[in-house]
């Protein structure tokens, strides 16, 4: 089935280390997203990217780096920089055009000990 | 873009149509209304989006204003899987090449009752 994959599902890391979540699909998107979603909020736009090899910050994009070395993979460090890491991480991609559907994967729930 | 404002939170019994409305009173001729919703600690789900008229779909129906100020998403018939947190966004809808860089609020919780 067409979708997208994330993991870990659950993480654990201690301060200071850095950790890298996976993102795949296999939807034939060019566009991905990630998100980050603290308890009872909506959620707020870190990396995107609209083509392999090209990727833009969103609004809270400190601390974290991406790549998109192909067209399938949009994989998210989350770097000691980041003072507040423990979140829920959420991937998300779409065609480009017109349509604005995004298609998002399960999560990566982060915490740090 | 525009800005939206929701409810908190609704009730809705289980049968019933659930009718979640969304405020979007700075938006621009060009900007689509998008829902979506996110039962708890999953993804969120494209549910509908729309322009000017009104829209419907397998999931729900959606209806908008002549003046474009406001929307309502309609579920038709109400079950215990539709509880989750509904989200009303606008975004201009681009042409050609570009991502969607869609802003997601609080959004309405809604809790569909036995």
């Known amino acids: 089935d067409g979708g997208i994959t994330q993991s870990p599902k659950y993480l654990f890391r201690k301060e200071g280390q850095n950790v890298t979540l996976s993102c795949e699909q296999n939807?034939?998107?060019?566009?991905m997203y990630w998100y980050r979603q603290d308890p009872g909020q909506g959620l707020r736009l870190i990396y995107y990217?609209?083509?392999?090899?090209?990727?833009q910050k969103g609004d809270i994009a400190e601390g974290y780096s991406v790549s998109r070395e192909k067209k399938e993979s949009f994989p998210l460090t989350v770097t000691s920089a980041q003072k507040n890491p423990t979140a829920f991480y959420l991937c998300?991609?779409?065609?480009?055009?017109?349509?604005?559907?995004?298609?998002f994967g399960e999560g990566s729930r982060l915490t740090v000990l | 873009d525009a800005k939206t404002t929701q409810p908190t939170s609704m009730d809705c019994a289980e049968g019933r149509a659930a009718n979640l409305p969304c405020n979007h009173s700075?938006?621009?001729?060009?900007?689509?209304v998008y829902w979506y919703r996110q039962i708890h600690s999953q993804g969120p789900q494209y549910i509908i989006h729309?322009?000017?008229n009104n829209e419907t779909n397998e999931m729900a129906s959606l209806i908008i204003t002549e003046d474009r100020k406001s929307s309502t998403l309609i579920l038709p018939h109400a079950t215990l899987r539709d509880t989750a947190v509904y989200y009303c966004?606008?975004?201009?809808?681009?042409?050609?090449?570009?991502?969607?860089?869609?802003?997601f609020g609080k959004g309405t919780k809604l809790s569909v009752i036995p």
């Open positions: 966004i606008v975004r201009v809808g681009v042409s050609g090449a570009g991502s969607y860089q869609l802003t």
């Open positions: 990217s609209q083509i392999v090899n090209d990727f």
């Open positions: 700075t938006i621009s001729g060009n900007e689509y």
């Open positions: 729309g322009l000017k």
């Open positions: 939807l034939n998107h060019d566009a």
């Open positions: 998300a991609s779409s065609i480009r055009g017109l349509s604005g559907e995004l298609f």
